[in-house]
């Protein structure tokens, strides 16, 4: 489960993640971001954009060979379905791997971000959704986030 949830996402979270199961627009995506940053959590959590986290003085997307941002469409996420029995709505997503990430900027945090059109837009258009925890310090070898069992989100 995240660690947090950005202020501009409180209960948004379920809506625009169901808006790409359902390609509503067509080239909306879930964008994994992971970053190095020493900036407080309470700090990135009132930030509105993906560009305004990466502008944050102690924030930065890390440069690692190996490393690049991760789309996810419509195929790639599980069927948002609510949980009737437990009143919840739980979110998943798959694993995520990076092959062969070289050494360079230590991982600190992974985010899921909402980006309403992976054709045109930009870090501005991309509202960032969650936050969590990653240690990593990668040196040549693969990095794979494990997403918890019950998902990357819950909401009930």
């Not at 020493?38 to 986290?53: N, Q």
């Not at 948002?80 to 990430?101: E, G, K, M, Y």
């Not at 992974?110 to 990668?138: E, N």
Request: glycine content about 4%.
């Amino acid at each position: 489960m995240s660690n947090q949830v950005f202020n501009i996402a409180l209960g948004r979270v379920v809506e625009l993640y169901n808006r790409v199961d359902t390609n509503d627009p067509a080239n909306a995506v879930l964008t994994i971001v992971v970053i190095n940053t020493s900036a407080l959590d309470a700090t990135l959590k009132r930030l509105d954009t993906l560009s305004a986290v990466l502008a944050d003085a102690n924030t930065a997307e890390v440069t690692n060979t190996g490393y690049a941002r991760k789309e996810l469409t419509d195929s790639d996420i599980v069927a948002f379905a609510p949980d009737d029995v437990n009143d919840r709505v739980d979110l998943d997503i798959p694993d995520q791997t990076w092959t062969s990430v070289s050494a360079g900027d230590n991982w600190t945090d992974f985010q899921v971000c909402y980006d309403p059109d992976s054709t045109g837009g930009t870090d501005a258009d991309i509202v960032p959704l969650t936050q969590h925890d990653l240690a990593a310090t990668p040196d040549g070898s693969d990095i794979t986030v494990q997403i918890n069992t019950s998902g990357f989100f819950r909401a009930s």
